[in-house]
């Protein structure tokens, strides 16, 4: 059957029509049962305290005459919340009038920290937002703790919980406590490697800066977890196996795994590595007119056939800038193209330097001095505006200016591009330290017992340079104050002036039972002036002249006979008490003296160097007038290296003298000495450490005797406890001394506290004295000895059972025999009271190995040392264990 189009098209659309009338016919009724839509007549704002209502209202996008729906309400509620003003809002609507009800946040009074010890307020201070006088807001509160625990983190205390807690306040303010739990500092428990064939785990570990927390890592900061350093290390991985040939080395993962209890980490490498390379054809190309390229490869470390070293090529081609810049080429690029053969595992080289314009300094630039001036930083410099670059002369301008002390130890001079390609700027920007100090410091020393120093010095004084120091100090058996100035420019000129005024106290001692005891007393007052010279960049000349006036005695009361002049004969030094060789340093004397240095100095930091050396040779003539006439040699030389990148830094330093005299005092055979007691060299604590002080040398020894009747016999025992010996060293005219050193490093935190410990070999002597004439005292009976005995005088006959004294000088230490009777006739035995020996004048050296600790605490520097004597001579006095406070070392 056909159907109409028109017929069709209207039968569709009554369709249509019939399924839209059937589809709106429940909205429809759905729409009836909806309440009819109200308009807003009002809106009140209830509960407020600090905001006003039309403040609150203005937040809300509900206003009057619109209509209300519960999705506006809605709205109305995210809009005010999100505000941050309000703990509590809830919105009410009854008849077109709505209500606003709140409950205002509170005002922070103010924060406070409990619980960080670890952390000071000054660094957590600055991670929290929150402020008094703000609004408080839960959620800035979660996010100031989260900032705090990131803190902790960063720290290595991945343990460390923070609980915020709220105090409430009259006028609704809130105190905000934020409560610390620190944690223990998460450690690396464990460091696994997996896929390394070719090196051990333990040789891998060592090369990384991250430890695993052992007891031997104690004082090392790289056993807490960083993952800082964790990138680091794989870093360190690659380069230690690209020095190993291994080009293809590569970390395929590094994971950091925290144990459940938050206090140890666990971290795994799986590492892939690789073939092992060696250097195929390496060559340099240089495009540069003044470098032969035939040459420089003949100069070159590596050859075809070694082992591939990354290393290596870093280093020629630093060494090759360092070249160009020699020849003043600063900006020459050197580019290593390297052809890798994976088939013969070879690594072929060439070094291609670009062509560049030779560059001249256009101008010096001195950044951050606010209190140095611009010349003293400037005198330092090798180079000057219009000279030809120079990196050598730019690297010795930096250590001259580190080694002026003003400024940070990392001082670098940085090179910048000038206003034409062939031109270069050079800039130095400094960061200033404290120069001037002020310190008052008491401690104990087992040198000086009792120690007390006070001293002010300003390194650079006014900002020129100049040197002001002034200093005191007392001890038990030492005083001294000094005064001194140093110009180091004088008229801008390179000449060095620096002049001191002194005076010290000196009370000289020796051990007997363990007891100090004084001596000779030896004040000396005087001046020195010096003026120095460099002859060139590594060359010093000094020249210097003073006075000094000694004054040396004696306690009457000790060692004179007859101190208070009621004997016959006057008060004089007695050697049986004293000895001769202190009798014969007694006096009053004038030296005048003249003298130079010549001091060759290239190390990198005069104060702490790490690197080069330096030698020096010193003379001092004395008589230029005054009472002493001599002349004094001595030499010194001492060098630095870099052992590893660690900074592992090992040294060596010899030094010698000798003093020649000009003046005949007296003959060997009275056993006097033509260099004074107090002009000779003395070594031992603390420059030769594992003795005790002055502990090696000529030294005479006065050994006491006992009496014993032995067989009916009377018989004279010696003492052989050294504590009980007395013991008095008297130097000698040479000396030398060697020393070998290793600065270990330690963590950064150990270096902060100013730790430095070093293990150490010292070897050196002191010798070449005459002998002086040797004292020995006799009594003859079996009574004790009493009262002043007139050793000094000749001997008298007694009557039975007195004491009869004798003294005996002999040059050597066998005691002569006297023969005495009694009253009756009987022959009397000899009772030796003491004996003195001379020992110790040996040229032998005396070798010592230990270990010490260098420490600049708050109460000034320490020193500790623990050292063993391997090898000493009769008479060496040993110690063990040595500490210093309050002096320098």
């Known amino acids: 059957?056909?159907?109409?189009?028109?017929?069709?098209?209207?039968?569709?659309?009554?369709?249509?029509?019939?399924?839209?009338?059937?589809?709106?016919?429940?909205?429809?009724?759905?729409?009836?049962?909806?309440?009819?839509?109200?308009?807003?007549?009002?809106?009140?704002?209830?509960?407020?305290?600090?905001?006003?209502?039309?403040?609150?209202?203005?937040?809300?996008?509900?206003?009057?005459?619109?209509?209300?729906?519960?999705?506006?309400?809605?709205?109305?509620?995210?809009?005010?919340?999100?505000?941050e003003l309000f703990a509590d809002v809830s919105?009410?609507?009854?008849?077109?009038?709505?209500?606003?009800?709140?409950?205002?946040?509170?005002?922070?009074?103010?924060?406070?920290?409990?619980?960080?010890?670890?952390?000071?307020?000054?660094?957590?201070?600055?991670?929290?937002?929150?402020?008094?006088?703000?609004?408080?807001?839960?959620?800035?509160?979660?996010?100031?703790?989260?900032?705090?625990?990131?803190?902790?983190?960063?720290?290595?205390?991945?343990?460390?919980?923070?609980?915020?807690?709220?105090?409430?306040?009259?006028?609704?303010?809130?105190?905000?406590?934020?409560?610390?739990?620190?944690?223990?500092?998460?450690?690396?428990?464990q460091i696994n490697i997996i896929g390394n064939d070719q090196?051990?785990?333990?040789?891998?570990?060592?090369?990384?800066?991250?430890?695993?927390?052992?007891?031997?890592s104690i004082f090392s900061s790289g056993t807490s977890y960083d993952p800082d350093r964790l990138a680091f290390d794989q870093q360190k991985l690659r380069q230690f196996y690209l020095t190993e040939g291994f080009a293809d080395f590569r970390v395929v993962s590094a994971v950091a795994e925290l144990t459940p209890d938050k206090k140890d980490f666990i971290i795994t490498y799986v590492v892939e590595e690789g073939q092992r390379y060696k250097f195929g054809e390496v060559k340099v190309d240089s495009k540069i007119r003044d470098f032969d390229s035939a040459a420089m490869t003949k100069s070159l470390r590596m050859k075809a056939g070694d082992w591939y070293n990354a290393k290596m090529v870093e280093d020629t081609v630093e060494g090759l800038q360092e070249s160009a810049g020699l020849f003043g080429y600063a900006f020459a690029d050197v580019n290593p193209q390297f052809r890798r053969d994976?088939?013969?595992?070879?690594?072929?080289?060439?070094?291609?330097?670009?062509?560049?314009?030779?560059?001249?300094?256009?101008?010096?630039?001195?950044?951050?001095?606010?209190?140095?001036q611009d010349k003293v930083v400037r005198r330092e410099f090798r180079l000057n505006e219009g000279d030809a670059f120079n990196s050598i002369q730019v690297k010795r301008t930096a250590d001259r200016i580190k080694s002026l002390g003003y400024f940070q130890e990392d001082l670098e001079i940085e090179q910048e591009q000038g206003s034409a390609p062939d031109r270069i700027i050079l800039t130095t920007n400094v960061e200033e330290k404290a120069t001037g100090q002020l310190s008052l410091s008491a401690g104990f020393s087992s040198i000086e017992n009792f120690i007390f120093q006070g001293s002010i010095e300003q390194r650079n004084f006014r900002g020129k340079g100049q040197q002001l120091r002034a200093s005191i100090s007392y001890s038990s058996y030492s005083k001294s104050a000094e005064i001194g100035f140093t110009e180091p420019y004088l008229f801008d000129k390179s000449i060095a002036l620096s002049g001191d005024i002194f005076r010290r106290d000196l009370n000289s001692f020796n051990f007997l039972n363990n007891d100090r005891n004084t001596t000779y007393q030896q004040s000396t007052t005087g001046f020195q002036i010096r003026t120095g010279v460099p002859i060139n960049e590594f060359l010093f000349f000094q020249a210097r002249y003073g006075i000094n006036y000694d004054d040396i005695s004696l306690d009457q009361s000790s060692f004179y006979t007859d101190p208070d002049g009621t004997g016959p004969l006057p008060a004089a030094c007695d050697p049986a008490l004293a000895g001769r060789f202190l009798c014969d340093a007694i006096g009053k004397r004038l030296t005048s003296s003249i003298g130079y240095t010549l001091l060759y100095d290239?190390?990198?930091?005069?104060?702490?160097?790490?690197?080069?050396?330096?030698?020096?040779?010193?003379?001092?003539?004395?008589?230029?007038?005054?009472?002493?006439?001599?002349?004094?040699?001595?030499?010194?030389?001492?060098?630095?290296?870099?052992?590893?990148?660690?900074?592992?830094?090992?040294?060596?330093?010899?030094?010698?003298?000798?003093?020649?005299?000009?003046?005949?005092r007296g003959s060997a055979a009275a056993g006097i000495d033509d260099i004074r007691l107090t002009d000779r060299f003395y070594l031992g604590e603390p420059q030769m450490r594992g003795f005790d002080i002055r502990g090696i040398g000529p030294r005479i020894q006065r050994i006491q005797f006992t009496p014993e009747i032995q067989n009916g016999?009377?018989?004279?025992?010696?003492?052989?406890?050294?504590?009980?010996?007395?013991?008095?060293?008297?130097?000698?005219?040479?000396?030398?001394?060697?020393?070998?050193?290793?600065?270990?490093?330690?963590?950064?935190?150990?270096?902060?506290?100013?730790?430095?410990?070093?293990?150490?070999?010292?070897?050196?002597?002191?010798?070449?004295?005459?002998?002086?004439?040797?004292?020995?005292?006799?009594?003859?009976?079996?009574?004790?000895?009493?009262?002043?005995?007139?050793?000094?005088?000749?001997?008298?006959?007694?009557?039975?059972?007195?004491?009869?004294?004798?003294?005996v000088t002999s040059t050597n230490t066998i005691a002569q025999t006297i023969t005495a009777t009694n009253a009756?006739?009987?022959?009397?035995?000899?009772?030796?009271?003491?004996?003195?020996?001379?020992?110790?004048?040996?040229?032998?050296?005396?070798?010592?190995?230990?270990?010490?600790?260098n420490w600049n605490s708050p109460f000034g520097p320490f020193r500790i040392d623990i050292a063993r004597a391997l090898l000493k001579e009769p008479g060496d006095d040993t110690k063990l264990f040595t500490f210093n406070v309050g002096t320098q070392f």
């Open 199 to 216: 090196f051990s785990d333990n040789k891998l570990r060592g090369e990384m800066v991250t430890k695993q927390a052992r007891l031997t």
């Open 824 to 853: 009756d006739g009987s022959a009397r035995a000899p009772v030796l009271v003491y004996q003195e020996r001379f020992l110790g004048d040996s040229w032998k050296p005396r070798l010592s190995v230990g270990f010490g600790v």
């Open 91 to 189: 919105i009410r609507n009854a008849g077109g009038d709505v209500t606003i009800e709140v409950r205002e946040n509170p005002v922070i009074n103010r924060i406070v920290l409990e619980g960080n010890k670890r952390l000071k307020n000054e660094k957590i201070e600055p991670e929290i937002k929150l402020a008094p006088r703000q609004i408080y807001s839960r959620s800035k509160v979660r996010a100031d703790v989260a900032r705090i625990i990131e803190l902790y983190k960063r720290q290595g205390r991945f343990a460390a919980t923070v609980e915020p807690k709220l105090v409430q306040l009259d006028q609704n303010r809130v105190d905000i406590v934020f409560e610390i739990n620190e944690g223990p500092k998460s450690k690396v428990r």
């Open 602 to 664: 290239n190390r990198d930091n005069r104060i702490r160097p790490t690197r080069s050396h330096s030698f020096g040779i010193s003379q001092d003539f004395a008589g230029l007038g005054g009472d002493v006439k001599y002349i004094r040699t001595r030499l010194n030389a001492d060098k630095y290296w870099r052992v590893t990148d660690s900074g592992f830094i090992f040294s060596v330093a010899a030094e010698g003298g000798y003093i020649h005299p000009l003046e005949n």
């Open 1 to 83: 059957m056909t159907i109409n189009p028109v017929k069709a098209a209207l039968l569709s659309a009554s369709a249509i029509a019939l399924s839209v009338s059937v589809l709106s016919a429940p909205v429809s009724a759905q729409v009836s049962d909806v309440a009819p839509v109200e308009q807003i007549r009002s809106i009140s704002v209830v509960g407020t305290q600090r905001l006003e209502p039309d403040t609150v209202r203005s937040y809300i996008r509900l206003r009057s005459g619109q209509a209300w729906t519960q999705a506006a309400g809605d709205q109305a509620l995210k809009d005010l919340y999100a505000t």
């Open 342 to 372: 994976k088939e013969t595992l070879t690594m072929g080289i060439t070094f291609d330097i670009a062509e560049s314009p030779r560059v001249f300094v256009e101008r010096v630039d001195i950044n951050g001095n606010t209190i140095t």
């Open 713 to 807: 016999a009377v018989v004279n025992v010696p003492i052989t406890d050294r504590n009980q010996i007395q013991d008095d060293a008297i130097g000698g005219r040479a000396y030398y001394m060697a020393r070998a050193e290793l600065q270990i490093p330690l963590g950064s935190g150990a270096k902060e506290l100013g730790l430095r410990p070093s293990i150490f070999v010292d070897a050196g002597a002191v010798f070449k004295v005459t002998q002086p004439l040797l004292t020995t005292l006799q009594a003859q009976s079996t009574g004790a000895v009493t009262g002043t005995h007139p050793c000094a005088s000749a001997a008298q006959p007694t009557a039975a059972g007195q004491l009869l004294y004798n003294c």
